[in-house]
C-alpha cells in the first residue's frame, strides 16, 4: 500500500548510494560551521574597524554571544541560515535532487499545513502553561522592557523561522528522506532521525543538571515531527510545529540559564526539571493526537 511518506521520499532515490546520506551529512554541517565562522569574523572585523584591537574585539564578540540579551539571540539564531544553502547544494551537487522535493512532492512549502502547524504549537504551549502553573506556580517578570520585546518580536520570530526549519530540513527533510527510501520501517525512518536530533541537544541546559532531560524532550519532539510528515507527505506542518515551539518559548516563558534574553517571563531554574517533564508529557500527547483520526493533518492526493 502507498502512503504519503512513499510519494515524499520517492525524490530521495534520485541518485542511489547510502555513502551518499554520510557525505551529505558531512557537507552540510561543514557548510553551517563555515557560515557561523564567517558571521562570527565580521563581528570581530566590526570592531576592528572601531577604537578595539585583536584582542579585545575578541573579548568583545564572547561577551556579546554570552549576553542574555535580544540582539545576541537573534544573531546567534541567524548561524543556522547557512543549513538552507548548504543543503541546497548538497542536494544539488551529490543527489541531482531539486531542493523543493524536500518541502513536499510537488516542490513547494504547503504553507496551509505550516499554518496548522504554528496552530499544534499553540496547544502545545497552552498545555505546557497550564502544567508549569500548577506544579511550579507563576514565572517572574523580566527586565526585558515591553517596546524593546516588540520591536526584537519580528526579527525574532524570521530567524526562529530559520533556525527551526534548518533542523527540520536536516533531521525530518534530508536524513528522514534518504532513509524512508530505503527502509518501510519507523524504527529506522523515525526513530533514528529523533534519537539523532536528541542527541545534538545534549548540551544545551547541562549545566541545570537537565541534559538527558532535554535529549528526552526533544526526540519525542523529533517522532512527533516524523509522525507529521508520515500523515502529510511533506515536511510543511512539521516545520510550523517546530517554529511555533521555538518562537513561544524563547518569546514568552522560559527557564533561566537555558537560552534567555528574549523572554518576558522566565521560570526559576529550580524548577527546570519539572518543567522539562511537563514538556514531555505534553509533546507525548502531540504524537498521540498525530497518530490518531482525530488529526485535522490530511495527505494531499496524488495522481
Given at each position: 500500500?502507498?502512503?504519503?511518506?512513499?510519494?515524499?521520499?520517492?525524490?530521495?532515490?534520485?541518485?542511489?548510494?547510502?555513502?551518499?546520506?554520510?557525505?551529505?551529512?558531512?557537507?552540510?554541517?561543514?557548510?553551517?560551521?563555515?557560515?557561523?565562522?564567517?558571521?562570527?569574523?565580521?563581528?570581530?572585523?566590526?570592531?576592528?574597524?572601531?577604537?578595539l584591537g585583536v584582542n579585545e574585539s575578541l573579548a568583545?564578540?564572547?561577551?556579546?554571544?554570552?549576553?542574555?540579551?535580544?540582539?545576541?539571540?537573534?544573531?546567534?539564531?541567524?548561524?543556522?541560515?547557512?543549513?538552507?544553502?548548504?543543503?541546497?547544494?548538497?542536494?544539488?551537487?551529490?543527489?541531482?535532487?531539486?531542493?523543493?522535493?524536500?518541502?513536499?512532492?510537488?516542490?513547494?512549502?504547503?504553507?496551509?499545513?505550516?499554518?496548522?502547524?504554528?496552530?499544534?504549537?499553540?496547544?502545545?504551549?497552552?498545555?505546557?502553561?497550564?502544567?508549569?502553573?500548577?506544579?511550579?506556580?507563576?514565572?517572574?517578570?523580566?527586565d526585558l522592557p515591553m517596546h524593546v520585546w516588540a520591536?526584537?518580536?519580528?526579527?525574532?520570530?524570521?530567524?526562529?523561522?530559520?533556525?527551526?526549519?534548518?533542523?527540520?530540513?536536516?533531521?525530518?527533510?534530508?536524513?528522514?528522506?534518504?532513509?524512508?527510501?530505503?527502509?518501510?520501517?519507523?524504527?529506522?525512518?523515525?526513530?533514528?532521525?529523533?534519537?539523532?536530533?536528541?542527541?545534538?541537544?545534549?548540551?544545551?541546559?547541562?549545566?541545570?543538571?537537565?541534559?538527558?532531560?532535554?535529549?528526552?524532550?526533544?526526540?519525542?519532539?523529533?517522532?512527533?515531527?516524523?509522525?507529521?510528515?508520515?500523515?502529510?507527505?511533506?515536511?510543511?506542518?512539521?516545520?510550523?510545529?517546530?517554529?511555533?515551539?521555538?518562537?513561544?518559548?524563547?518569546?514568552?516563558?522560559?527557564?533561566?540559564?537555558?537560552?534567555?534574553?528574549?523572554?518576558?517571563?522566565?521560570?526559576?531554574?529550580?524548577?527546570?526539571?519539572?518543567?522539562?517533564?511537563?514538556?514531555?508529557?505534553?509533546?507525548?500527547?502531540?504524537?498521540?493526537?498525530?497518530?490518531?483520526?482525530?488529526?485535522?493533518?490530511?495527505?494531499?492526493?496524488?495522481?
Amino acid at each position: 500500500m502507498t502512503t504519503p511518506l512513499d510519494f515524499y521520499a520517492a525524490p530521495g532515490s534520485a541518485r542511489r548510494g547510502f555513502w551518499r546520506l554520510f557525505v551529505g551529512i558531512f557537507l552540510i554541517v561543514a557548510g553551517w560551521l563555515i557560515w557561523t565562522v564567517a558571521l562570527f569574523i565580521a563581528f570581530v572585523l566590526y570592531q576592528l574597524s572601531g577604537d578595539l584591537g585583536v584582542n579585545e574585539s575578541l573579548a568583545a564578540m564572547s561577551a556579546f554571544v554570552e549576553t542574555a540579551s535580544p540582539v545576541s539571540i537573534i544573531f546567534q539564531l541567524a548561524t543556522f541560515i547557512g543549513i538552507w544553502p548548504t543543503t541546497w547544494l548538497t542536494l544539488k551537487l551529490l543527489h541531482r535532487q531539486p531542493f523543493g522535493t524536500l518541502f513536499s512532492p510537488e516542490g513547494r512549502m504547503r504553507w496551509g499545513d505550516f499554518s496548522r502547524g504554528l496552530l499544534l504549537a499553540a496547544g502545545f504551549w497552552l498545555i505546557t502553561m497550564f502544567i508549569g502553573l500548577a506544579m511550579v506556580g507563576t514565572p517572574e517578570r523580566t527586565d526585558l522592557p515591553m517596546h524593546v520585546w516588540a520591536m526584537a518580536l519580528a526579527p525574532l520570530a524570521l530567524m526562529v523561522f530559520f533556525q527551526a526549519s534548518a533542523e527540520e530540513l536536516i533531521f525530518r527533510g534530508y536524513i528522514l528522506q534518504q532513509l524512508a527510501v530505503r527502509w518501510r520501517s519507523p524504527l529506522v525512518w523515525g526513530f533514528l532521525p529523533a534519537f539523532l536530533f536528541g542527541l545534538a541537544h545534549y548540551s544545551s541546559g547541562s549545566e541545570l543538571g537537565i541534559g538527558w532531560h532535554y535529549v528526552g524532550v526533544t526526540l519525542m519532539f523529533g517522532l512527533a515531527a516524523a509522525a507529521l510528515v508520515w500523515r502529510t507527505g511533506s515536511l510543511a506542518a512539521a516545520m510550523g510545529l517546530h517554529t511555533g515551539m521555538n518562537l513561544f518559548s524563547l518569546s514568552g516563558v522560559g527557564v533561566k540559564g537555558i537560552v534567555e534574553g528574549t523572554q518576558l517571563y522566565l521560570y526559576d531554574a529550580s524548577g527546570a526539571k519539572i518543567l522539562f517533564l511537563a514538556d514531555g508529557a505534553a509533546t507525548l500527547m502531540i504524537l498521540l493526537f498525530v497518530l490518531s483520526p482525530l488529526c485535522p493533518f490530511r495527505a494531499r492526493a496524488f495522481a
